[in-house]
């Protein structure tokens, strides 16, 4: 081993070339797409695999995180860890027929986990199999008869399972073990509101009001009763209230411009619909409400994109192809609104209103005929009525139940067939892992890689340095490139990597000169990077590293491998601190032997500010900048860091500036911004 590491040094001093060989294994592994060969079956650390996968959850690559839970139970398929996480990764992917079986399966290797049953739970749950999910969390109740959030859970099942007397009973029972849990309350009134006993479901919204006056939902389950009976006040009241407190929930902003507008609050009705629509941009009854409303105003073009927009939603939705044949019929456009009137004649033939409406389009358009066909029809059925005139107003005190197709309603505003209460169950694996998260991410660190940065935005997006283009000559390729290295991975391109790491060791342990063994470690340490693997991606560079302890780029790589690997440890509770202090020396050395690289103080800022120290990070993106003044990434991460230090004009400069540089997602947090100042 000595003799190994002499003649490395003794390499790495000379600046060798690495022999073809290498180069053409880089190549065969890399870049040739359709290679989709899966990995060699060696004998793996099965604890270790399991530790990458679970890093791998961590950061969101599911599909990678599978690929090592599966080598793991290939290994040891009678441990349950490797069945539960890929259940788990499963879950993220919204497959939930397949987290349930490995679930079940993780349940035959170990009975005794109560997580095993809280998960199956869910997945259950989302397949809307609710006595399943029962039974599930009445097997983690035995073992876990202290878990809230079991029983919490459990009585979401009974309830919507219509079984209100059980799940009252179980909000009894869990009353006497938790008396102020709010939750337990609203979830009491949902039961009494299902059952028409509406005095009792205020009664417990108020208890649970009492308890918590900053939940929201029970501000909005408080409204859903005032709405009902058409307490519009109250419920414009109580809304703002839940509003307040959930400021991202466009229900709320529908149910408000209800209300708002049996108040005759038009103005206040519109911001309300486009507020919501802001917040979710497909949202059926934001759209047919606010077509309504702006018609009511006269502003009928613009009712016309609404439509236009709920007929996208629902083409054979006749009562918005309606209204817009109206729509279309007042400003001039006749032929259109004649198409839509006649779609709704065919379904429904004894709609006078709409053959009155169309036979006035026909006599416009000098179609005699037509009209007085429509017309004749219209008298036979109807000799004591003819009117014709403007369009009906917008009778705010009607509502149309949105399954209640009589056409004679269409200017009607539309509500659900039934507002349910909403709760959130009980969960550590609710929506996806980054929603743990702030909401604003940082953009994150830059490494070697394996492949080259690709953006469907930013043309012509690269990312060079000399001392990365060095390396791509010694190696005889142009291999390496800069990116970020928690990049998500394809099925078949974790296959190629897995299958590329088994082809360097092999060549590693069979190589007879050392130069080729010590240039394929670097190149394995990356490809370990890429498959989030990286105890493994640091044993190598430690390894690199000691014989060539001046190598800026492994002192790089290494940095940003273990500040990754200490952000998945101390998720976990780890404490990192000594880890941390290792990667500020690395990102310190390697900038002492490149002074002013972009891309190291990038690095290091993005260090800085994972741990909070804003100021210090400012002071490395701002000198980023001064090396690379197109580096959108460094003004994006300044910005952050000015807005989270309170200097937000300055945050929003630098996040306009990243936009300009083509990192668009920077516009959304500059309108959340200037919005709230």
């Given at each position: 081993?000595?003799?190994?590491?002499?003649?490395?040094?003794?390499?790495?001093?000379?600046?060798?070339?690495?022999?073809?060989?290498?180069?053409?294994?880089?190549?065969?592994?890399?870049?040739?797409s359709?290679?989709?060969?899966?990995?060699?079956?060696?004998?793996?650390n099965?604890?270790?695999?399991?530790?990458?996968?679970?890093?791998?959850?961590?950061?969101?690559?599911?599909?990678?995180?599978?690929?090592?839970?599966?080598?793991?139970?290939?290994?040891?398929?009678?441990?349950?860890?490797?069945?539960?996480?890929?259940?788990?990764?499963?879950?993220?992917?919204?497959?939930?027929?397949?987290?349930?079986?490995?679930?079940?399966?993780?349940a035959?290797?170990?009975?005794?986990?109560?997580?095993?049953?809280?998960?199956?739970?869910?997945?259950?749950?989302?397949?809307?199999?609710?006595?399943?999910?029962?039974?599930?969390?009445?097997?983690?109740?035995?073992?876990?008869?202290?878990?809230?959030?079991?029983?919490?859970?459990?009585?979401?099942?009974?309830?919507?399972?219509?079984?209100?007397?059980?799940a009252?009973?179980?909000?009894?029972?869990?009353?006497?073990?938790?008396?102020?849990?709010?939750?337990?309350?609203?979830?009491?009134?949902?039961?009494?509101?299902?059952?028409?006993?509406?005095?009792?479901?205020?009664?417990?919204?108020?208890?649970?009001?009492?308890?918590?006056?900053?939940?929201g939902?029970?501000?909005?389950?408080?409204?859903?009763?005032?709405?009902?009976?058409?307490?519009?006040?109250?419920?414009?009241?109580?809304?703002?209230?839940?509003?307040?407190?959930?400021?991202?929930?466009?229900?709320?902003?529908?149910?408000?411009?209800?209300?708002?507008?049996?108040?005759?609050?038009?103005?206040?009705?519109?911001?309300?619909?486009?507020?919501?629509?802001d917040?979710?941009?497909?949202?059926?009854?934001?759209?047919?409400?606010?077509?309504?409303?702006?018609?009511?105003v006269?502003?009928?073009?613009?009712?016309?994109?609404?439509?236009?927009?709920?007929?996208?939603?629902?083409?054979?939705?006749?009562?918005?192809?309606?209204?817009?044949?109206?729509?279309?019929?007042?400003?001039?456009?006749?032929?259109?609104?004649?198409?839509?009137?006649?779609k709704?004649?065919?379904?429904?033939?004894?709609?006078w209103?709409?053959?009155?409406?169309?036979?006035?389009?026909?006599?416009?358009?000098?179609?005699?005929?037509?009209?007085?066909?429509?017309?004749?029809?219209?008298?036979?059925?109807?000799?004591d009525?003819?009117?014709?005139?403007?369009?009906?107003?917008?009778?705010?005190?009607?509502?149309?139940?949105?399954?209640?197709?009589?056409?004679?309603?269409?200017?009607?505003?539309?509500?659900?067939d039934?507002?349910?209460?909403?709760?959130?169950?009980?969960?550590?694996?609710?929506?996806?892992?980054?929603?743990?998260?702030?909401?604003?991410?940082?953009?994150?660190?830059?490494?070697?890689?394996?492949?080259?940065?690709?953006?469907?935005?930013?043309?012509?997006?690269?990312?060079?340095?000399?001392l990365?283009?060095?390396?791509?000559?010694?190696?005889?390729?142009?291999?390496?490139?800069?990116?970020?290295?928690?990049?998500?991975?394809?099925?078949?391109?974790?296959?190629?990597?897995?299958?590329?790491?088994?082809?360097?060791?092999?060549?590693?342990?069979?190589?007879?000169?050392?130069?080729?063994?010590?240039?394929?470690?670097?190149?394995?340490?990356?490809?370990?990077?890429?498959?989030?693997?990286?105890?493994?991606?640091?044993?190598?560079?430690?390894?690199?590293?000691?014989?060539?302890?001046?190598?800026?780029?492994?002192?790089?790589?290494?940095?940003?491998?273990?500040?990754?690997?200490?952000?998945?440890?101390?998720?976990?509770?780890?404490?990192?601190?000594?880890?941390?202090?290792?990667?500020?020396?690395?990102?310190?050395?390697?900038?002492?032997?490149?002074?002013?690289?972009?891309?190291?103080?990038?690095?290091?800022?993005?260090?800085?500010?994972?741990?909070?120290?804003?100021?210090?990070?400012?002071?490395?993106?701002?000198?980023?900048?001064?090396?690379?003044?197109?580096?959108?990434?460094a003004?994006?991460?300044?910005?952050?860091?000015?807005?989270?230090?309170?200097?937000?004009?300055?945050?929003?400069?630098?996040?306009?500036?990243?936009?300009?540089?083509?990192?668009?997602?920077?516009?959304?947090?500059?309108?959340?911004?200037?919005?709230?100042?």
């Amino acid at each position: 081993m000595k003799d190994m590491i002499r003649h490395a040094r003794s390499f790495l001093r000379q600046n060798s070339s690495v022999s073809a060989p290498i180069a053409l294994i880089i190549s065969l592994i890399f870049h040739f797409s359709s290679i989709t060969c899966l990995p060699l079956h060696a004998q793996y650390n099965t604890d270790r695999l399991l530790a990458v996968g679970r890093s791998a959850l961590y950061y969101e690559d599911y599909v990678l995180s599978m690929q090592y839970f599966n080598q793991a139970i290939l290994s040891k398929p009678y441990l349950y860890e490797p069945w539960f996480f890929r259940a788990v990764a499963k879950y993220y992917l919204d497959d939930f027929s397949g987290s349930e079986r490995d679930c079940t399966e993780a349940a035959r290797r170990n009975p005794y986990m109560p997580g095993i049953y809280e998960l199956r739970g869910l997945t259950r749950i989302q397949q809307k199999h609710y006595a399943e999910a029962i039974q599930d969390y009445t097997r983690a109740l035995r073992y876990d008869p202290q878990n809230r959030g079991l029983w919490h859970n459990r009585v979401l099942c009974h309830l919507r399972n219509d079984e209100f007397q059980s799940a009252l009973n179980e909000i009894d029972t869990m009353l006497t073990r938790w008396s102020r849990y709010a939750p337990a309350y609203s979830m009491r009134a949902d039961a009494y509101m299902q059952m028409k006993d509406t005095a009792a479901a205020i009664e417990a919204l108020d208890r649970g009001l009492e308890i918590d006056p900053y939940d929201g939902r029970t501000w909005a389950a408080r409204s859903i009763i005032c709405l009902s009976r058409e307490e519009w006040k109250e419920a414009d009241s109580t809304l703002s209230k839940a509003i307040h407190l959930l400021p991202k929930h466009a229900g709320n902003y529908i149910n408000r411009a209800l209300a708002r507008v049996n108040q005759s609050n038009l103005r206040g009705a519109m911001a309300d619909y486009d507020m919501a629509l802001d917040l979710e941009p497909n949202n059926f009854l934001g759209h047919y409400n606010r077509g309504l409303l702006r018609a009511q105003v006269g502003d009928d073009n613009r009712a016309i994109t609404d439509f236009d927009f709920v007929l996208r939603l629902e083409p054979d939705n006749l009562m918005a192809l309606f209204n817009r044949a109206v729509l279309l019929d007042k400003t001039g456009d006749l032929r259109a609104a004649i198409r839509d009137y006649t779609k709704v004649i065919d379904q429904y033939p004894n709609f006078w209103t709409g053959l009155e409406y169309r036979a006035a389009c026909y006599r416009r358009l000098g179609m005699t005929r037509q009209a007085e066909k429509d017309e004749f029809t219209v008298y036979k059925a109807r000799l004591d009525k003819h009117l014709y005139g403007k369009q009906p107003r917008l009778n705010a005190s009607q509502l149309r139940k949105r399954s209640d197709d009589d056409p004679d309603k269409y200017n009607q505003l539309v509500v659900e067939d039934e507002q349910e209460l909403e709760h959130d169950y009980q969960n550590a694996y609710r929506g996806r892992v980054q929603n743990h998260k702030a909401s604003e991410e940082l953009q994150p660190m830059l490494a070697l890689s394996f492949m080259p940065i690709q953006s469907d935005v930013r043309i012509n997006l690269t990312y060079a340095d000399p001392l990365v283009d060095q390396l791509n000559q010694l190696f005889h390729s142009p291999t390496l490139y800069i990116n970020s290295i928690g990049t998500t991975l394809t099925e078949s391109q974790s296959a190629r990597y897995f299958a590329g790491i088994d082809s360097l060791t092999n060549a590693i342990t069979s190589a007879t000169q050392t130069r080729q063994a010590v240039g394929m470690l670097l190149l394995r340490a990356v490809a370990y990077s890429a498959i989030q693997n990286y105890e493994n991606a640091i044993d190598d560079l430690n390894t690199y590293l000691d014989i060539d302890t001046a190598s800026v780029c492994a002192l790089w790589q290494r940095a940003v491998c273990q500040a990754r690997h200490n952000q998945f440890r101390a998720s976990e509770g780890s404490n990192v601190e000594l880890k941390n202090i290792s990667v500020l020396a690395d990102f310190d050395q390697a900038l002492r032997l490149a002074p002013g690289n972009a891309y190291l103080l990038y690095d290091r800022g993005c260090f800085h500010a994972q741990r909070k120290n804003y100021t210090q990070a400012i002071a490395d993106f701002s000198q980023a900048i001064s090396a690379d003044p197109n580096m959108a990434e460094a003004y994006y991460n300044r910005g952050l860091c000015a807005i989270y230090q309170q200097q937000t004009q300055a945050g929003i400069a630098d996040l306009s500036k990243a936009g300009e540089l083509g990192l668009y997602t920077a516009y959304s947090i500059i309108k959340k911004y200037r919005t709230a100042q």
